[in-house]
T-cell receptor, first 113, second 113 residues
Framework: SAVISQKPSRDICQRGTSLTIQCQVDSQVTMMFWYRQQPGQSLTLIATANQGSEATYESGFVIDKFPISRPNLTFSTLTVSNMSPEDSSIYLC??????????FGSGTRLTVV | AQSVTQLGSHVSVSEGALVLLRCNYSSSVPPYLFWYVQYPNQGLQLLLKYTTGATLVKGINGFEAEFKKSETSFHLTKPSAHMSDAAEYFCAVSDQVGTALIFGKGTTLSVSS
């Protein structure tokens, strides 16, 4: 299965600023998925990123707040823009494999102060 | 669109007792079903998955789950709970290979001695 390197692992940011999270996969994948896990909650899908096209966002998430880049088949970034304390969460990227398996990054623990 | 309902946000059992965590899904097509475990401040770990074939799926740490199409269920069981099983458990579904996983809200399992 694929291996994902996600950076940064954690960060503390000032409100009003932006943070870009990176995910590097060790193999080419068609789609990458971005999730948010708020404290004590489950994982919520933010968007699906397909190389060469605009990301598809789930209800409640907008491109201006969570712009996504997908420049090639092994890399993607998620930016959390104009942050507020409500954005404090763990953000994870994920890819699916040929064996119906899903691999998750180790997560970015974001605290907005 | 597919969805997952986990009945019971919190389940408490005694050590050695049967563990039963309930998951019902909604999908317009045959689903792919997954159970993940998350220990405090750790990432997701795959317990087991159902894609096709045998409806009784055995996973790691003595867990198993049975896909029941007629009941649209995929309940997770373990015959004898261990203290180390205390964690958050998530059921997830996808309706196609390569599409994003949709997670249930999770069930917290507590194990008492």
């Amino acid at each position: 299965s694929a291996v994902i390197s996600q950076k940064p692992s954690r960060d503390i940011c000032q409100r009003g600023t932006s943070l870009t999270i990176q995910c590097q996969v060790d193999s080419q994948v068609t789609m990458m998925f971005w999730y948010r896990q708020q404290p004590g909650q489950s994982l919520t899908l933010i968007a699906t990123a397909n190389q060469g096209s605009e990301a598809t966002y789930e209800s409640g998430f907008v491109i201006d707040k969570f712009p996504i880049s997908r420049p090639n088949l092994t890399f993607s970034t998620l930016t959390v823009s104009n942050m507020s304390p409500e954005d404090s969460s763990i953000y994870l990227c994920s890819v699916s494999g040929a064996d119906y398996g899903y691999t998750f990054g180790s997560g970015t623990r974001l605290t907005v102060v | 669109a597919q969805s997952v309902t986990q009945l019971g946000s919190h389940v408490s059992v005694s050590e050695g007792a049967l563990v039963l965590l309930r998951c019902n899904y909604s999908s317009s097509v045959p689903p792919y079903l997954f159970w993940y475990v998350q220990y405090p401040n750790q990432g997701l770990q795959l317990l087991l998955k159902y894609t096709t074939g045998a409806t009784l799926v055995k996973g790691i740490n003595g867990f198993e789950a049975e896909f029941k199409k007629s009941e649209t269920s995929f309940h997770l069981t373990k015959p004898s709970a261990h203290m180390s099983d205390a964690a958050e458990y998530f059921c997830a579904v996808s309706d196609q290979v390569g599409t994003a996983l949709i997670f249930g809200k999770g069930t917290t399992l507590s194990v008492s001695s």
